[in-house]
């Protein structure tokens, strides 16, 4: 039987959580309904976005951008900060509820996604598809929360079908279903494709992700190197990874922050990196682990 891989993605996780928490506590009104985003300092209105509502989405705000251009965009935003533990918590009811009620085959790739290998249960249900809206209806009446699944062959395309139109939806990207599914998808929107990725493509007149597939990959490995050719596989289609459920060791540790306002001292800087450095210091050591390289 050919291999099949969900892609279970948490819509707007952050956001979502945060706001099933806040009805809890007595909140009359539902974040996911009104323009609001999660992070940056409400006080003095600085940071990044981490997660935005579908109403947000509509004034142009994008996750990643500074606070204050979200706020230039949409001067009546709901902002409220954000909330690593309680994150981390759901992530972990929503894992384990996956792996005692369907499959152990789970790999984890964020706190809010994951990658379910249906192989082995697919003989209990009608099709790929019946078995993932159940599993997207279940989630939401269990825990309040919508999921995207993505269907296919192998993670590749089973991530870029779950990427497809959100919220709480299902899709399918079969190898067959690639050349009108995928390749009419701007080149930017194929997975591993970075913005200095993007601009060599563009440079060599490559825009869509089916112009890409259609490249000679030698080509691509002159100006792109070896990520070139990974880029050229993708878009074909072509992705060998398997489902991974043993905890992988992480390849690299990290902490990052974003300032109220911007440290223009040394002195600040440094009791800013002192307190990064601490907690990705202690975390080396709950790992007990030692690092080749600092960056």
Known sequence: ????????????????????????????????????????????????????????????????????????????????????????EYSKKLMDFLRENYTDEIEQASVDECYMNFTGIAHRYTSPVAAAFEIKDVVYKKFGFTVNIGISVNHLLA??????????????????????????????????????????????????????????????????????????EFANGVNKGKVIRERVENKGIGNSTTLPKDATTEEEARKVLLWLAGTVGGRLRKESMKAKMIS
């Open 1 to 88: 039987m050919q291999q099949i891989i969900f892609h279970i993605d948490v819509n707007s996780a952050f956001l979502s959580w945060t706001a099933i928490e806040q009805l809890k506590n007595g909140s009359e009104v539902d974040l996911r309904e009104i323009p609001s985003i999660i992070g940056g300092n409400q006080e003095s209105r600085h940071g990044v976005v981490l997660a935005k509502s579908v109403p947000a989405k509509k004034y142009g705000i994008v996750t990643g951008e500074p606070v204050a251009n979200a706020l230039r965009k949409c001067p009546n935003l709901t902002m409220a900060p954000p909330n690593h533990k309680m994150y981390t």
């Open 159 to 232: 991530k870029m079908a779950s990427d497809f139109e959100k919220p709480n939806k299902v899709h399918t990207l079969f190898p067959e279903e690639i050349p009108s599914k995928m390749w009419p998808l701007p080149v930017s929107e194929l997975y591993m494709a970075g913005k200095s990725s993007v601009e060599v493509l563009h440079k060599l007149e490559i825009r869509t992700i089916g112009e890409l597939a259609k490249a000679d990959p030698n080509l691509l490995e002159l100006h792109l190197k070896s990520h070139g050719r990974t880029l050229w």
